[in-house]
């Protein structure tokens, strides 16, 4: 199975200031069809988890500009360029390259 | 707009059978796979397993496997999954999700079920 790594697992931001999680993953996500199938999802206390960005970069419909994707191969990174007070909560990288489709720990987003 | 409302989770014990569903709206849902994915209580997300557009597909985590069936009926625009030998372990929040572009991609989810599996 791949393994994705998420880093930091924690961290305090302060509002209107810029934050980003790296996530690394134990193989390549090219898929076979050329395609990377790695996704940002964001998942707000209460809530269900909501897909924010796919195949890297591309930001999923309703998503605000301030996030964006980026990466290739096997490191990945999510940035939010102005912390907004919605934004806290946990960050969850995924691959659906491969099967089993498999989730980072997750990286807790929260105000300092 | 797309809506997924889950349901049919509960408290069953241990070694028990369990059947979620997920009533799809706002979509054709023929022309989508479907996925599950859960979560434990204060722990992270986990794939549970996909079927593809017309079913001919299907997929398993390894947790899974040979346990659960995933499902579905097109005509009355439902997912299922079948849960049997229910274990501790499978305690969680069951999503289900639909696919956006390609199978591989997971663009809209339900507000999930609770399953908890305790004798």
């Known amino acids: 199975d791949i393994v994705m790594t998420q880093t930091p697992l924690s961290s305090p931001v302060t509002l209107g200031q810029p934050a980003s999680i790296s996530c690394r993953s134990s193989?390549?996500?090219?898929?076979?069809?050329?395609?990377?199938?790695l996704s940002w999802l964001q998942q707000r206390p209460g809530q269900p988890p909501r897909l924010l960005i796919y195949?890297?970069?591309k930001r999923f419909s309703g998503v605000p500009d301030r996030f964006s994707g980026s990466g290739s191969g096997t490191d990945f990174t999510l940035k939010i360029s102005r912390l907004d007070a919605e934004d806290v909560g946990v960050y969850y990288c995924?691959?659906?390259?491969?099967?089993?489709?498999?989730f980072g720990q997750g990286t807790k987003l929260e105000i300092k | 707009q797309v809506q997924l409302v889950e349901s049919g989770g509960g408290v069953v014990q241990p070694g028990r059978s369990l059947r979620l569903s997920c009533a799809a709206s706002?979509?054709?849902?023929?022309?989508?796979?479907m996925h599950w994915v859960r979560q434990a209580p204060g722990k992270g997300l986990e794939w549970v397993s996909v079927?593809?557009?017309?079913?001919?597909?299907?997929y398993y985590a390894d947790s899974v496997k040979g346990r659960f069936t995933i499902s579905r009926d097109n005509s009355n625009n439902m997912l299922y999954l079948q849960m049997n030998s229910l274990r501790a372990e499978d305690t969680a929040v069951y999503y289900c999700?639909?696919?956006?572009?390609?199978?591989?991609?997971?663009?809209?989810w339900g507000q999930g079920t609770l399953v908890t599996v305790s004798s």
């Open positions: 079927i593809w557009y017309d079913g001919n597909d299907k």
């Open positions: 999700a639909k696919s956006f572009e390609v199978a591989a991609i997971l663009g809209s």
């Open positions: 193989q390549s996500l090219v898929h076979s069809d050329g395609n990377t199938y």
């Open positions: 706002g979509f054709i849902f023929s022309d989508f796979a």
């Open positions: 995924m691959q659906t390259t491969q099967f089993p489709h498999t």
């Open positions: 195949k890297i970069s």
